[in-house]
């Protein structure tokens, strides 16, 4: 499997919102209703939304034989040195295959001398924390990974 990760384009904004669709379905199921999933998708996933964030943060994709698998969207912060990783979603066949540590070091690569990166999760959501701990180990020692988690009252 050859993964070849790159900036997202306009013209990927249709496959980008099917992985969004998909991935919250699979990562959220249970835990957030879906009413509440689609919703949110449909707006922060909008092609509206998806123009302003490829034209105000990094946002990349990673693609398999021209298909989006996954992406991760960063947006770096006031200080230089710090960002947020505001998104990263994969279709569930390709989740722990390494790809998402692969976007991950991308983003990071593509935005020079960054060294904290802010997260904000789900407090449910367990496998993020086990994923955000263990690539906390394979990136430079100097970079910290923050963790704000979201507590959703429904």
Known sequence: ????????????????QSVA???????Y??????SIQENFVATAYSSEMLLKRLN????????????IIG????TPLKDERK?????????????????????????IQHLNNVKKVYVNVEKKIWLVFI????????????????????YYKL
């Open 71 to 74: 992406f991760a969207n960063f």
């Open 83 to 107: 960002v947020e990783l505001g998104a990263i979603y994969l279709y569930e066949d390709y989740q722990g295959k390494g790809i998402g540590t692969d976007l991950l070091k991308a983003g």
């Open 21 to 27: 669709r998909s991935s919250w379905r699979t990562t």
């Open 131 to 150: 994923f955000i701990n263990l690539r906390g180990l394979l990136l430079k020692q100097s970079m910290r990974i923050c963790l704000m988690v979201i």
């Open 29 to 34: 199921k249970g835990i957030i209703p879906d």
């Open 1 to 16: 499997m050859t993964i070849a990760i790159r900036k997202m384009n306009e013209g990927d904004i249709e496959q980008v």
């Open 56 to 67: 105000e943060t990094l946002f990349l994709v990673g693609e398999e034989a021209d298909r």
